[in-house]
């Protein structure tokens, strides 16, 4: 049996918190005051929006549930602004990002809102999933990167016609249970891996980033994990995996993969997902869209340091 633990944060299926809570309503007043600022803004481009003083305050009481649930909970909270007008959705979703944390770039172009949606090209040859309908498996975001990622923020604007589930699982209680199914494993994830840049490379860097799949960080766990970008950068550093280090991550992967320790569910348009990034491992399932354009899957992703 996995140890016992009182940490909040190290969840399973049937400990995690009822789903209800896993949803932080704005007020009348929250929703005033964006409303205001998004019209404040609309000669500005989205990412040039800033966050008054008077919207913090105003949006601090009811924001403060969703940085606790990241930072000493689930590791989640969904926030919705569906009773905006849908033209409104990201920039309330960028002025609430920045109540929460602080935006930075997805990729060497300098994306700060990234679009999630599926183009039609494939992992194979160089694309990240968020742009392809595939099952990602159980990840975290920007494990290449040299900056580690706090949050992970998602905006629904159009679900798909069926799948594309967000799924989540706490990396405490994936490291519980393999310290005690496979010590052996959980030893091989604590080195370094070469991992794909799949981000892009700025000049004078290596293709790959060299991280380890747990570590940590003042005392705390640190997750940087995406098997397929593992397996990409060893062979762009031309040093394959050793048996050793494919049984760990075979075992990570079945670990992290158990319904009895993950949840699951479906963001609604007008939804948004704020995440734990540095110890919540996540996964969006396959789907399959839509045929009209206008009503394909699309999400948008920011990605936030802590305050």
Request: aromatic share 8%; charged share 25%.
């Amino acid at each position: 049996m996995p140890p016992t633990t009182s940490d909040a944060r190290a969840w399973r299926a049937d400990t995690v918190d009822p789903p209800a809570n896993w949803y932080c309503p704005l007020s009348e007043s929250a929703l005033s005051a964006l409303e205001q600022s998004v019209r404040e803004g609309r000669d500005k481009p989205v990412t040039e929006l800033p966050a008054s003083d008077r919207l913090r305050v105003t949006c601090a009481n009811d924001l403060r549930p969703v940085s606790e649930a990241m930072e000493t909970g689930r590791g989640f909270a969904v926030v919705s602004v569906g009773r905006l007008p849908k033209a409104d959705w990201p920039a309330a979703y960028w002025l609430i990002g920045q109540l929460l944390g602080r935006p930075f770039e997805q990729n060497v172009q300098g994306t700060l809102l990234y679009d999630v949606k599926d183009t039609g090209q494939d992992v194979r040859y160089g694309a990240r999933f968020s742009v392809t309908n595939a099952d990602s498996t159980f990840h975290t975001d920007n494990s290449f990167g040299d900056t580690v990622l706090d949050y992970v923020g998602l905006l629904c604007q159009n679900s798909a016609k069926s799948g594309g589930l967000s799924q989540m699982v706490s990396g405490l209680a994936v490291r519980d249970e393999l310290m005690a199914r496979d010590p052996r494993a959980w030893e091989v994830l604590n080195r370094p891996f070469h991992v794909d840049r799949r981000g892009g490379v700025r000049p004078g860097e290596e293709p790959t980033a060299r991280v380890p799949v747990f570590t940590t960080r003042g005392g705390e766990l640190l997750v940087r994990y995406l098997r397929y970008w593992i397996e990409v950068g060893h062979e762009k550093a031309a040093t394959p995996l050793s048996p050793e280090q494919v049984a760990a991550l075979n075992t990570l992967d079945e670990v992290a993969a158990e319904p009895r320790l993950r949840v699951e569910f479906m963001l609604r348009p007008g939804e948004m997902l704020f995440a734990n990034n540095r110890w919540l491992l996540h996964n969006r399932t396959a789907f399959e869209d839509y045929p009209e354009p206008d009503r394909k899957r699309h999400y948008v992703r920011l990605w936030l340091s802590c305050p």
